[in-house]
């Protein structure tokens, strides 16, 4: 079984940063991608930014420039670091991992619990 933990949501003033982090646990044999994703009041939910363990991190249009994705594959953590923030990033950030586990030969989706970002104006 595999867990995720998200940290570091909260409320800002417009033109502020916030990081997130999201550590993965649990029988891990390998990840393949852990990924971003959010989700504002009537919206559906959308992609912010993902990294995959290989190939090129890829983001949404709104975020490019301001928004940045890492990751410590020693930690299986995945870092947002986001820069300017706008009141239209407000919503609930959810992590995103493809995870194979030791005792499966396939890969499964897990989501962390959410985290909320309030950017005030």
């Known amino acids: 079984q595999v867990r995720l933990v998200e940290s570091g949501g909260g409320l800002v003033q417009a033109g502020g940063s916030l990081r997130l982090s999201c550590a993965a646990s649990?029988?891990?044999?390998?990840?393949?991608?852990m990924g971003w994703y959010r989700q504002a009041p009537g919206k559906q939910r959308e992609l912010v930014a993902v990294?995959?363990?290989?190939?090129?991190?890829r983001y949404a249009d709104s975020v490019k420039g301001r928004f940045t994705i890492s990751r410590d594959t020693a930690k299986n953590t995945v870092y947002l670091q986001m820069n300017n923030l706008k009141p239209e990033d407000t919503a609930v950030y959810s992590c995103?991992?493809?995870?194979?586990?030791?005792?499966?030969?396939?890969?499964?989706?897990?989501w962390g619990q959410g985290t909320q970002v309030t950017v005030s104006s």
């Open positions: 990294i995959p363990s290989a190939g090129s991190t």
């Open positions: 995103h991992c493809i995870v194979r586990e030791y005792s499966s030969s396939s890969w499964r989706n897990y």
């Open positions: 649990g029988t891990i044999f390998s990840i393949e991608s």
